[in-house]
């Protein structure tokens, strides 16, 4: 598994997991980066995980879909771009055969 840090905005970066085929993204606040990265690993995008609401982490979501095979996971009480999987402390999700367990950390 690779996680590759992508430089978005000034000061800011959107994580990216692979396992060399397919890829899951952190809070894409900018699509710009995700599909450069996207193309130059000939990788799919199979999943999305939002942290929270705020433009600089849900701004590229959208954009996004198009290239998108799975869902976009996100906490259930914020107001994440739609349709996306609400996710609650307790939840458990698999990413890329990864096992994620959810921890609600309310606030920024």
């Given amino acids: 598994m690779n996680l590759i840090a992508l430089p978005a905005f000034a000061d800011n970066y959107i994580w990216m997991l692979h396992d060399g085929a397919h890829a899951a993204v952190v809070d894409p606040g900018d699509a710009a980066p995700v599909e450069a990265a996207l193309d130059r690993l000939q990788l799919q995008l199979t999943a999305i995980l939002v942290t929270h609401h705020h433009h600089d982490h849900v701004g590229g979501v959208d954009a996004l879909r198009e290239r998108l095979t799975g869902p976009v996971y996100g906490p259930a009480r ?31």
Avoid at 87 to 105: T, Y
């Fill in 78 to 108: 914020e107001p994440v771009p739609p349709p996306f999987e609400p996710l609650r402390g307790g939840d458990c999700i698999e990413v890329l055969g990864l096992r994620f367990d959810v921890i609600d950390v309310p606030g920024h």
